[in-house]
């Protein structure tokens, strides 16, 4: 094995990244992940609200909305300020949320600065209390959204749609839902979220472990005791609890489980880069002091420098604009701002950064074993960047043991609890921080499929890649739009953002169809394949080059090829450029690309 100690030079570096990258690649890709379907579809019950019993709808609504996540919230509120009141959103958790519906691990907190994280705040009146917010405030916000945009009327919780279909002669959408409801809108939009379906690793035996489970996103406060404000887990105290996996979700609640657990194993595949996070409570005399319009000029700041533009000051500096503004730095002190120049940039200070984030595991960790097995061999962006100030030191508790499986992974699971290497590790209870679904069928992630003009199934429609207009309209299937990130800005460091003006765009879209009196919205083929051909010619993709370790950035470094390559995909101007041209395209009263009939 190459020599870990530093400094090593540039070559030996990326050998070393080479070589961790190599070890983990494996033939099954996204392929290695179990889908919670059959005996594993309990994974997916909601322990947080019961189900109410309710009668069916079968009503009419102007616009369907499904998913209530920061999607459907961001869009229902833009849709009811442009003056379209009949708004129904369909939930499947018991609340809006949705991602913060769902993970109420302990510790989660968002990781890009709350104040253009968390959407709408000043429509709302509301002030983040901390830079980084908790959780259960992150949750409030959106029942915030709800109820100040009256969104709860007509929502449908704690329901699925099971078939959307349009109606071609009655120019509707049928909507049915696992609660027997089945009602027409005039528009659907859907907005379930790239990161919506929790997914089980692989491993041999899963199927057989017979003491305690659930996954992250699905936390069993009534087994574990605490809350999600942080509450000791005393439920813990006498357990021997193992974690499989290290990501973004397991750096914030191992700190927490650290704390509760009898013993804790952390079973390791890969470690994440832990940056420092240095949160803040909010200064209300500050906060006060903010004009008018300056959550849209934060946005726009961070979105600019984000994505390696130029700004005088920096509104957000959190560990992001970091990232880019050590970029600029380092291009600053080459005296070379050329495409090669800032490329050199970015490599000088990412090999800078993460021996940094290597040597910050040194000073932290006290044993030598676990310290090393800590470090990432890989550039920050490679897999999701964690922030995090009490992650490292949580190794230093004498019931906390890491669990390094050499990039190799838990080698199998039993009854009594799991093996690393040949050696039993017994278990009361196994956590998945494993992570969800991102490369798998839309209709799979979805749970449902839409079926659109001339009885074409979205997911046929999608068999070879998704395929959009602006990432919102798709060829055959009028009045429907999606609301994500893809084929769009694809701006992944603040996906709200992306959120807030795909509403707005699609708000503008259907308050000008219902003013021209116009029955359907629908994109056509050349247009479609226009935007789409323009993106794939412009090469710019969410998730980085083959050679970073695996995972779900890099379709876990297998070549996506031309399928998954749609998926990823973004505006090739980037995303301060799609922006302005989103903006400009739905205020210049053209439409262009759509038809209206
Ligand atoms: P991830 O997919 O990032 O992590 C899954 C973890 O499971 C990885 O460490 C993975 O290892 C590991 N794993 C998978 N299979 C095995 C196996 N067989 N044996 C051992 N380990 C295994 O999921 P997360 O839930 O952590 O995060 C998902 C995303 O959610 C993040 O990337 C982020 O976008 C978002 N998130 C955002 C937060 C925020 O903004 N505050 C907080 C938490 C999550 P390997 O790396 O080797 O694949």
């Not at 919670?36 to 019961?50: C, G, M, S, T």
């Not at 080698?411 to 039993?424: D, K, M, P, R, Y």
Request: charged letters at 25%; hydrophobic letters at 35%.
């Amino acid at each position: 094995m190459t020599d870990v100690s530093e400094p090593l030079t540039e070559d030996e570096l990326r050998a070393r990244y080479r070589e961790e990258r190599d070890k983990r690649i494996r033939p099954d890709g996204n392929e290695q992940y179990i889908d919670l379907i059959d005996r594993f579809a309990h994974y997916l019950e909601d322990p947080y609200v019961p189900i109410v019993e309710r009668e069916p709808v079968t009503d009419h609504v102007t616009v369907a909305f499904i998913g209530g996540g920061f999607a459907g919230l961001v869009t229902g509120a833009r849709l009811k300020q442009a003056g379209i009141d009949d708004v129904r959103i369909v939930e499947k958790g018991g609340d809006f949320g949705g991602t913060w519906y769902w993970n109420r691990y302990p510790g989660a907190q968002c990781d890009t600065a709350a104040f253009i994280y968390m959407p709408l705040l000043e429509e709302t009146g509301h002030m983040p209390t901390e830079k980084y917010t908790k959780a259960p405030e992150i949750l409030e916000h959106c029942q915030r959204i709800a109820n100040h945009f009256d969104l709860y009327d007509n929502a449908l919780l704690s329901t699925e749609v099971t078939d959307l279909v349009w109606d071609a002669d009655a120019s509707v959408w049928n909507i049915t839902t696992n609660r027997g409801d089945a009602f027409t809108a005039k528009y659907v939009a859907m907005g379930t979220g790239p990161l919506h379906r929790p997914k089980l690793p692989g491993i041999p035996g899963i199927e057989f472990y017979e003491g305690h489970t659930f996954h992250t996103s699905r936390w069993d406060y009534d087994y574990t005791g605490g809350d999600p404000a942080g509450g000791l887990m005393t439920g813990l105290a006498d357990k021997k609890v193992g974690i499989i996996g290290t990501g973004a979700t397991s750096v914030q609640c191992i700190p927490h489980l650290a704390k509760a657990c009898g013993e804790l194993f952390v079973f390791q595949r890969t470690p994440s880069s832990i940056d420092i996070r240095n949160n803040s409570a909010t200064d209300p005399e500050w906060f006060e002091t903010l004009e008018p319009g300056w959550q849209q000029r934060w946005l726009d700041n961070f979105t600019l420098l984000q994505t390696g533009g130029f700004a005088d000051e920096d509104l957000v500096m959190d560990g992001w604009t970091d990232i880019s503004q050590r970029i600029r730095d380092k291009a600053m002190e080459n005296g070379d701002f050329s495409p090669e120049g800032l490329e050199k940039a970015y490599h000088d200070s990412d090999d800078e950064k993460m021996a940094e984030i290597r040597a910050r595991v040194d000073e932290v960790v006290g044993d030598t074993a676990t310290a090393e097995a800590l470090k990432p061999w890989f550039r920050q962006l490679c897999k999701r960047p964690c922030f995090h100030d009490e992650y490292l030191d949580a190794y230093n508790s004498p019931n906390v043991t890491l669990v390094d499986t050499d990039g190799k992974g838990v080698e199998s699971i039993n009854a009594a609890g799991l093996t690393v290497a040949g050696e039993q590790y017994d278990l009361d209870c196994i956590i998945y921080a494993s992570g969800f679904e991102v490369g798998t069928e839309y209709a799979r992630r979805s749970g449902y499929d839409v079926t659109g003009v001339d009885d074409v199934k979205l997911s046929d429609r999608w068999a070879d890649g998704m395929r959009s207009l602006h990432g919102m309209h798709v060829r055959g299937f009028p009045n429907m739009f999606v609301v994500s990130p893809s084929q769009a800005a694809n701006l992944i460091s603040n996906v709200p953002h992306n959120l807030t003006e795909a509403g707005q765009t699609l708000a503008t879209i259907v308050s000008h169809a219902e003013s021209i009196g116009a029955t359907t919205v629908q994109t056509s083929e050349d247009a479609e394949n226009e935007w789409v051909a323009m993106l794939l010619e412009g090469g710019r993709r969410f998730g980085n080059n083959p050679d970073c370790t695996p995972g779900y950035y890099n379709n876990e470094g297998h070549d996506p090829g031309p399928k998954a390559l749609l998926n990823m995909v973004g505006y090739p101007e980037g995303p301060v450029a799609f922006f302005d041209f989103i903006n400009t395209w739905r205020t210049n009263g053209n439409f262009e690309g759509l038809t209206f009939t």
